[in-house]
Nanobody, 126 residues
């Protein structure tokens, strides 16, 4: 059973940075697509970025392009989301999710993913 654990959230001032981690156990990153999502109160879960099994990535949210970067460390079985120039509207619970894949794909639909972490809160406020 694949398990995902997010960490790195917290309170940060506008313009600050955070790096979220998604540590995976029970499988290797090269066999999964890993997505980052976020959900603010009263809103639907939004796709932020995705790392394909081959290590290529896609950013889905226009609002984070140029500010957020997804990366991974295969040796640590961890996918990161580096978030720079944070804005109050980035405040949300951030989740990582995984789906086993045999081809080089990603999806932005939450329903496509089979495994989810518990989420980590990111609050951007002065």
């Amino acid at each position: 059973q694949l398990q995902l654990v997010e960490s790195g959230g917290g309170l940060v001032q506008p313009g600050g940075s955070l790096r979220l981690s998604c540590t995976v156990s029970g499988g290797t990153l090269t066999s999964y697509a890993i997505g980052w999502f976020r959900q603010a109160p009263g809103t639907e879960r939004e796709a932020v970025s995705c790392m394909r099994s081959t290590g290529t990535s896609t950013n889905y949210a226009d609002s984070v392009k140029g500010r957020f970067t997804i990366s991974r460390d295969n040796a640590k079985n961890t996918v990161y989301l580096q978030m720079n120039s944070l804005k109050p509207e980035d405040t949300a619970v951030y989740y990582c999710a995984a789906r086993p894949v045999q081809i080089n794909v990603c999806q932005s639909r939450p329903s496509w993913y089979a495994y989810w972490g518990q989420g980590t809160q990111v609050t951007v406020s002065s």
